[in-house]
């Protein structure tokens, strides 16, 4: 599994602010064991910007100050290592015999969801013992009831994909600092295809620089969403607005279509009842594109970890091109 750290790009001399220490805050895990040595990352001392890359007209925090590209590098290494460490697990129960159990809101969910997460909350825990960690199987995981940084996971979003063998699943990671996205993965472990974002520079996929396309005119558009079952009536009713203005509407792909659109080969993506863990990851990815990725409405995606908190449902679209994200907006007209 590819474990590439981006070269980060120059944004602004050294500020004389002071850097949030990443391990200065309170422990959340027991008796860490480090096993990744991060010594050889290089040691950049440029500041990231937190700028999107896509229209901060209406987010005036878009700029979240404090962290440098040596905080980044060193998140985006231990994140790899993260997804590393799911791909293992997945791999081996791809296509392969195992039960499958239902959750108390009747989705999927198997031993591999369950070991993957467990692998990746290790990996975190060796390297970062003062972060939180929220997973998709299993919640908050800190002993104090809030932190700054917080990661979000979802071993394999897709679930239904996986247990019927198709490979258009992902394993996601989103690191928050203050409820602030600045890093995310789309990781698909068994194509090996995994787009890293981090926040004020440009989106990868194995470590190669992409982004998404023009296309100015909702006619010319490809959509995708997961499925057209998943939307409730009301919803329903609001994505077919957008469905029958769109050139080609496509269906099946869960967070690969996000993916996709981040490298340039699709231009929509419109889904409703999407859980945190499901898009935190996809924000830093798709803006670092150049794309835009808001709520129905065109609010900034935003939710906040915490023991407390509650995995709340969210109406989600996002455009390679600003012009037809506007559009779809104004096609699904939700109020």
């Known amino acids: 599994m590819l474990s590439q750290i981006p070269k980060p790009l120059s944004f602004f001399p050294n500020p004389s602010i002071p850097i949030p220490n990443p391990n200065s805050l309170s422990l959340c895990f027991s008796t860490p064991n480090p096993s990744l040595s991060l010594a050889d990352l290089p040691l950049r001392r440029r500041r990231s910007p937190f700028l ?12 979240v100050p404090g962290v440098y590209d040596i905080e980044l590098d060193r998140f985006a290494a231990v994140a790899n290592k993260v997804a590393d460490a799911s791909g293992e697990v997945i791999r081996k129960y791809f296509r392969q015999k195992f039960d499958i159990l239902d959750k108390a809101d009747s989705s999927p ?19 970062f013992p003062s972060h939180a960690v ?19 996971l979802d071993p394999i979003d897709g679930t239904k994909s ?39 520079r440009q989106t990868t996929l194995n470590g190669k620089l992409v982004s998404t396309r023009t296309c100015a005119n909702l006619a010319q558009a490809y959509l ?46 419109v889904e409703s009842g999407l859980k945190p863990y499901d898009f935190l990851s996809l924000i830093p990815v798709i803006e670092g594109a150049g794309g835009v990725i808001t709520d129905w409405k065109g609010h900034q995606l935003f939710w906040e970890a915490s023991a ?3 995995a709340t449902s969210f109406n989600v679209v996002a455009a390679g091109d600003k012009q037809i994200h506007q559009q779809a907006l104004n096609s699904l007209q939700w109020e």
């Open 52 to 63: 999107s890359m896509a229209s901060t007209s209406d987010r005036p925090d878009a700029v």
């Open 109 to 127: 969910v198997t031993i591999a969801d369950q070991t993957a997460e467990e692998h990746m909350i290790s990996v975190i825990s060796e390297n």
């Open 134 to 152: 929220y997973g998709e199987e299993n919640g908050w995981r800190c002993k104090e009831k809030s932190a700054d940084y917080v990661w979000v």
């Open 162 to 200: 996986f247990i019927t063998g198709k490979p258009v699943f992902g394993t996601l990671i989103s690191l928050l600092l203050r409820g602030k996205p600045i890093l995310g993965i789309i990781d698909q472990p068994i194509l090996r295809e995994r787009w890293l974002g981090l926040s004020g």
């Open 224 to 269: 995708y969403t997961t499925s057209p079952h998943l939307f409730s009536a009301e919803a329903e009713e609001a994505f077919i607005h957008v469905r029958n203005k769109v050139k080609v509407p496509l269906y099946g792909c869960d967070c690969y279509a996000y993916a996709l659109l981040a490298s340039g080969y699709v231009d929509l993506v």
């Open 308 to 310: 407390n908190s509650h």
